[in-house]
């Protein structure tokens, strides 16, 4: 069983930025794609980032050149720096890891338990 934990959420005004952490734990594992996912009230969980386990990474269009997300793979954890933020950003924030254990090494899905990213106008 793997464990992601998102942490550095809060407040902030309009401009400012906020650096989002998620840590991945358990006994034995590898981490394939990490990403982060936001959902706003009554707003559908939608995909902000993605990086691969070679460093790849891919922004929905309303954050490119705003956002950047980044690993470490030695800590097992993904980042997603935020800067210019606007209002509409607000969201509870997610991530998702595609993460690979024993006894099969199969595939599989983790999510974090979000963390809430509030701009202020």
């Known amino acids: 069983q793997v464990q992601l934990v998102e942490s550095g959420g809060g407040l902030v005004q309009a401009g400012g930025s906020l650096t989002l952490s998620c840590v991945a734990s358990g006994s034995t594992f590898s981490i394939d794609t990490m990403k982060w996912y936001r959902q706003a009230p009554g707003n559908e969980r939608e995909l902000v980032a993605t990086?691969?386990?070679?460093?790849?990474?891919n922004y929905a269009g309303s954050v490119k050149g705003r956002f950047t997300i980044s690993r470490d793979n030695a800590k097992n954890t993904v980042y997603l720096q935020m800067n210019s933020l606007k209002p509409e950003d607000t969201a509870v924030y997610f991530c998702y890891c595609d993460v690979r254990s024993p006894p099969d090494w199969g595939t599989r899905g983790y999510w974090g338990q979000g963390t809430q990213v509030t701009v202020s106008s």
């Open positions: 990086i691969s386990s070679g460093g790849i990474t």
